[in-house]
Nanobody, 121 residues
Framework: VQLQASGGGLVQAGGSLRLSCAASGRTFSSVYMGWFRQAPGKEREFVARIKWNYGSTYYAEHVKGRFTISRDNAKKTMYLQMNSLKPEDTAVYYC???????????????WGQGTQVTVSS
């Protein structure tokens, strides 16, 4: 499966952005799709994931209540609505797909190219 992430940009603290991740290639129903982020000099960290067929979600503590992950089955697209953004949310955001439930990036099999999110204070 190929993934294409988009929607990043520059926003002031307290603002919002919506990221998209369009999937193409093999069809999938029972996979997990996730968002990760990586700031300069830091390891890639888990942000949120969604079970594609059921829509069940899971969030990292540092984004819970501010970010919302969702998907559109017909468009084969996953979204990350990010509200109340903070400067520490600045990172390159990646989408990925996994056949197993996980928060470690090592388990995810396919990755999008990443989209930059910059939050100014």
């Amino acid at each position: 499966v190929q993934l294409q992430a988009s929607g990043g940009g520059l926003v002031q603290a307290g603002g919002s952005l919506r990221l998209s991740c369009a999937a193409s290639g093999r069809t999938f129903s029972s996979v997990y799709m996730g968002w990760f982020r990586q700031a300069p000099g830091k390891e890639r960290e888990f942000v949120a994931r969604i079970k594609w067929n059921y829509g069940s979600t899971y969030y990292a503590e540092h984004v819970k209540g501010r970010f919302t992950i969702s998907r559109d089955n017909a468009k084969k697209t996953m979204y990350l609505q990010m509200n109340s953004l903070k400067p520490e949310d600045t990172a390159v955001y990646y989408c990925a797909v996994s056949s197993a439930i996980a928060t470690t990036p090592l388990v995810y099999e396919s990755w999008g190219q990443g989209t930059q999110v910059t939050v100014s204070s």
